[in-house]
């Protein structure tokens, strides 16, 4: 009998995808139908899954995992009914789900030399060019592979600098450079990556907003983002006379091929759900592990079909449980969230809000700042952006719910590039072996700021 090990290879590491399929396909019948009472034995496989995994959870997700279990004593406490919760568990039992398939994905992305073509070439740049396409770079890695694409972006810009830098000075300038590119181009992916968390969590709580209707404002934020975070560039040192590495590996059309890839899914999810009716959450859960599989055959070389095939089931075995402790994490904080704004009146949140004498942009502007804040003290966004959201999308305000939703998620975004307890910083100071503070609030704080700044007034303005 074969032992289980960490890669999850064995029958150990078969028992992760007997447990997420059926959650696939119960998610999935529960977006399509609107069956909620699937979303309950969704959530106990998922619960399972990462029970089978325990040994190999990190400390924070253990955590996650226990605030969880205080929470559902807490909505049995103050009386939250069934109904309810069955809502909160249909909303949440979709990360684990996304996260499962975009593995798959992953998989067929890491066995594509475009991927990689595409990494070397916006890191290769000159440094006139270097931010705007390692910004847009870390944009498409991050939407298509999340956290792992951030890091195989990073890997190969530390890289490149650390081999061709003629002395620390330099090497200095181009890391602190690189690294803030790739990290100020990631975090906006949020504001309208139809894979990603965020529009994932926030999106379902308003029934009347699709993600075609939200699509302008998010990717005028994306631009306003973007603007603020290359103006800040600009005034950072630069290494004069130092001419940008050539491997020879990067090509433009790798670039290009990583754009069209992600223009088709989400283009795909988004016309299912503007024209056939198909909800985004549930088209995505056909679209990406399709694309997935024609991705690994276009790339199986010699290969025959089932053998490219067959790899693709084993690595996919094989990388699953390593995201045990990702999957239980954004479970526990999706649940956090949803399950505190349901276990606090509409009528209190509307007391406070009435008392509290805030407009419509105040309120807006206090979420953004309050979510922002929360996380440099330990407090994940991913919680404290569905709690307002929820809480306060409950009461209704004099604001467009694209607006609200927005404001949200700029502190959201602003939090990834300075909060120590984020991945990206996480991942960005290990990398660096320095400080989360040096990587998060002493290199990006002031783009962060800046941004609330600028988005607050104008909020304030026109609300």
Not at 59 to 74: E, T, Y
Not at 85 to 104: D, E, G, H, K, N
Request: charged content about 10%; overall charge positive.
């Amino acid at each position: 009998m074969s032992d289980p090990t960490p890669d999850g290879t064995g029958l150990r590491g078969a028992i992760p995808i007997a447990l997420i399929l059926p959650a696939i396909v119960l998610a999935f019948i529960d977006l399509v139908t609107g069956q909620h009472a699937l979303a309950g034995p969704a959530l106990i496989l998922v619960l399972t899954f990462v029970l089978v995994g325990w040994r190999g959870l990190k400390p924070n997700a253990r955590i996650m995992l226990a605030m969880s279990a205080v929470v559902v004593i807490g909505c049995i406490a103050v009386g939250v009914s069934w109904a309810e919760f069955q809502v909160i568990a249909s909303r949440t039992m979709y990360l684990p789900v996304l996260v499962a398939v975009m593995t798959v994905l992953r998989v067929a992305a890491e066995g594509s030399p475009m991927v990689t073509g595409a990494g070397h070439f916006v890191v290769e740049q000159p440094p006139s060019r270097r931010f705007g396409l390692l910004a847009i770079g870390s944009q498409i890695f991050g939407v298509l592979l999340n956290v792992g694409g951030f890091l195989l972006l990073l890997n190969i810009a530390l890289r490149t600098v650390n081999a061709t830098a003629p002395n620390e000075r330099v090497r200095e300038i181009q890391t602190r450079r690189v690294v803030n590119a790739i990290l100020r181009g990631f975090a906006p992916g949020i504001y309208w990556s139809p894979l990603g968390v965020a529009i994932n969590l926030l999106l379902p709580i308003f029934p009347g907003l699709t993600w075609f209707g939200f699509l302008p404002y998010g990717l005028s934020a994306l631009a306003f983002y973007l603007a603020v975070s290359w103006a800040f560039d600009l005034l950072e040192p630069r290494a004069r006379n130092v001419p940008p590495a050539k491997s020879g590996r990067g090509r433009l059309q790798d670039l290009l091929g990583l754009v069209l890839v992600l223009v088709v899914i989400a283009g795909a999810a988004g016309l299912a759900e503007h024209f056939l009716g198909v909800p985004l959450r549930a088209a995505i859960l056909i679209i990406v592990p399709s694309y997935a599989v024609l991705w690994m055959l276009a790339n199986r070389g010699a290969v025959s079909p089932g053998a490219s095939l067959a790899r693709m089931g084993g690595e996919t075995i094989r990388l699953l449980p390593r995201s045990t402790s990702e999957i239980c994490v954004m479970t526990a904080s999706g649940f956090v969230g949803l399950a505190l704004a349901a276990m606090v009146p509409a009528s209190v949140v509307e007391a406070i809000v009435l008392k509290a004498g805030f407009s419509a942009g105040v309120l807006a502007v206090v979420v953004a700042w309050l979510i922002l804040a929360l996380s440099m003290v330990g407090i994940s966004p991913v919680i404290t952006g569905t709690l307002f959201v929820a809480a306060i999308a409950g009461v209704g305000i004099d604001m467009p719910d694209a607006m609200f939703m927005l404001a949200a998620l700029i502190g959201w975004s602003c939090a990834v590039i300075v909060s120590p307890m984020t991945a990206t910083i996480a991942i960005a100071s290990g990398a660096l072996d320095r400080p989360a503070s040096q990587v998060g609030l002493r290199w990006n704080g002031a783009t962060a700021v800046a941004i609330l700044v600028i988005a607050s007034i104008g909020f304030l303005i026109v609300y």
